[in-house]
């Protein structure tokens, strides 16, 4: 019997070497991205999620730049060389309300209003907007309970003061600890670490007395987190480099030496 030429070929593909996986099909090893599901990226020749923020992960992971792709995936957290010395990359903060008074407490905006949390350079240069985590604000009488407030890119905010109106624009953490963990992001929507450079300034936005109108001293403090992912899922117990000591209105602190 005369054996047609394709389905030699054909049998010649089959018992011969590792086969591509088709875009789509996803697979547990790898060598492109192209050879895993859509929502993947190939990092290590494994197979892991692809990820815009920490929430983006499970337990015990963070969102950052892939070692072996250019897209971020989830993976451990792990440590980045800083003048040769290996230093933890940290990812994440936690601000949390110390206003205790009633008359702050007991309004439509009770506690510290936020508006923009930015990462900076000792000259200015925007590094990283703040983007919302995880959130645990005692609501109450509380209308500006809304953590969607910092739920944004690098482009939605500006560093030019104030916003035009109060309301619809802060997001206000309460009385009581309430408090919110916060990771940053650039203009590209990449995470940045808060270490990422030597001079990184970290500075929040709250409105205070400095904004018109003017509404009373809410008092906050802010720390930074030494398990991100874990703050990320509301496990806040690392939260313990306190950069910020209990103040009001807009404040900064030098976070790139951590």
């Keep these: ?32 991205d192209l050879d895993c599901a859509a929502g993947e990226a190939c990092e290590a020749t494994v197979c892991v999620p692809t990820c815009a923020a920490n929430r983006d992960c499970d337990g015990g992971e963070v969102c950052a730049p892939g070692k072996n792709t250019e ?83 690098g482009t939605a905010l500006t560093l030019d003061g104030c916003p035009a109106t109060f309301t619809g624009n802060v997001v206000s953490l ?27 300034v970290l500075r929040v936005y709250e409105w205070g007395e400095q904004c018109t109108p003017g509404t009373i001293e809410d008092t906050y403090t802010v720390s930074i987190c030494r398990a991100s992912a874990a703050a990320a899922d509301g496990d806040v117990t690392s939260c313990d480099i306190e950069v910020v000591a209990s103040s009001s209105g807009e404040t900064s602190a030098v976070v790139g030496g951590f």
């Design 174 to 200: 309460g009385c009581d600890d309430s408090y919110i963990v916060v990771s940053f992001i650039d203009t590209n929507s990449e995470p940045v670490a808060l270490n990422a450079t030597d001079d990184a």
């Design 71 to 153: 897209l971020n995936v989830c993976q451990a957290e792990r440590t980045n060389n800083q003048a040769n010395n290996a230093t933890s990359a940290y990812y994440a903060v936690m601000i949390r309300s110390t206003t205790t008074a009633p008359d702050a407490c007991f309004t439509d905006e009770p506690g510290p209003d936020i508006f923009g949390v930015a990462l900076e350079s000792s000259t200015g240069e925007l590094l990283g907007w703040g983007v919302l985590e995880h959130d645990a604000i005692q609501a109450g009488g509380n209308a500006n309970a809304e953590p969607s407030i910092l739920e944004r890119d």
């Design 1 to 32: 019997m005369r054996v047609l030429p394709w389905l030699t070929l054909l049998a010649l593909l089959a018992g011969c070497g590792p086969r591509f996986v088709p875009l789509g099909f996803g697979s547990d090893e790898c060598t492109f």
